[in-house]
């Protein structure tokens, strides 16, 4: 007796979607299925003579507001290849990290809001320092960004790119948001826009408390508004733009691995309660 060497005890072939089965009759045909549509949507802008680098680009609003934020800063991270990561509590500028470098908070990205150059020259923390806490991701109108040190109209802080961000110059209608969550999170914003002296008065109002999930609260309390008058359009017109901001909270430092491990320190205590 000859064996079949297609067809050994406990060995099965592997059969690719192209060959047909080798017992027809035994495979019957599945029903047929019907999948639901898909739409995709999409924003583009023709940047054809005005694009320096494939490094530059836009992210507009409706991008924003279909991307969840933890905090401000991280609207920084719609571009592409940025980090925005946050130590010692939510009232401290953002670290960022693009391309693989670290920028600290700020000393290699020049930063705008609206126009108004964000880092400071001299600070503490460094220098460049850039504090986005104030940011009110609802108003944004867009995002530009270029990465690189090729633009030389972007000047000090520069040297691994730029971020301009730009509030809108009214709304389609007013904003009245309160939110609420665990460990004594809570925000209310109120924002619209109203015409008047022949143009448009925009105006926005944040509060936003929270404790964090630390041994000693974080006590983060954040008072935030801006105010903004604008006119023509962005060919031919002006604004005018006025922000304040308070941020007050207890630090929320870095303890030691060490004593974590030893079981003398909780993941998520202090070291200093009066930080």
């Known amino acids: 007796m000859q064996a079949n060497p297609k067809h050994r005890p406990g060995v099965e072939r592997a059969r690719s979607p192209g060959n047909p089965p080798e017992h027809p009759d035994s495979a019957?045909?599945?029903?047929d299925r019907t999948l639901s549509g898909v739409v995709v949507e999409g924003r583009a802008e023709s940047l054809l003579g005005i694009a320096d680098s494939a490094g530059e680009g836009q992210v507009g609003a409706a991008e924003l507001r279909r991307r969840p934020l933890l905090r401000?800063?991280?609207?920084?991270?719609t571009v592409p290849g940025l980090i925005a990561t946050q130590h010692s509590g939510a009232g401290k500028a953002n670290q960022f990290f693009?391309?693989?470098?670290?920028?600290?908070?700020?000393?290699?990205?020049?930063?705008t809001v609206a126009g108004v150059p964000q880092n400071l020259p001299s600070h503490g923390h460094g220098q460049g320092y850039t504090d986005l806490g104030f940011l009110i991701p609802e108003l944004i109108d867009r995002v530009s960004f270029r990465k690189g040190p090729y633009a030389a109209r972007d000047?000090?802080?520069s040297a691994a790119g730029a971020v301009d961000i730009d509030y809108v110059r009214e709304l389609d209608r007013g904003i009245a948001r309160i939110t609420a969550?665990?460990?004594d999170f809570g925000r209310a914003l109120v924002a619209d826009s109203v015409t008047a002296l022949g143009g448009t008065l925009l105006f926005g109002a944040e509060l936003q408390n929270n404790d964090g999930r630390w041994q000693v609260p974080e006590a983060f309390h954040k008072h935030n508004g801006v105010l903004r008058f604008s006119r023509g359009d962005e060919r031919d017109g002006f604004d005018v733009t006025a922000m304040g901001y308070r941020a007050d909270w207890t630090a929320t430092d870095q303890v030691p691995a060490r004593a974590v491990a030893a079981g003398t320190?909780?993941?998520?205590g202090s070291l200093d309660p009066t930080s």
């Open 181 to 183: 969550g665990s460990y």
């Open 155 to 157: 000047g000090d802080f």
């Open 265 to 268: 320190l909780h993941r998520f």
């Open 98 to 111: 693009l391309r693989g470098f670290n920028l600290d908070h700020g000393t290699d990205l020049r930063t």
């Open 72 to 77: 401000p800063g991280e609207v920084l991270e």
């Open 28 to 31: 019957a045909p599945g029903p």
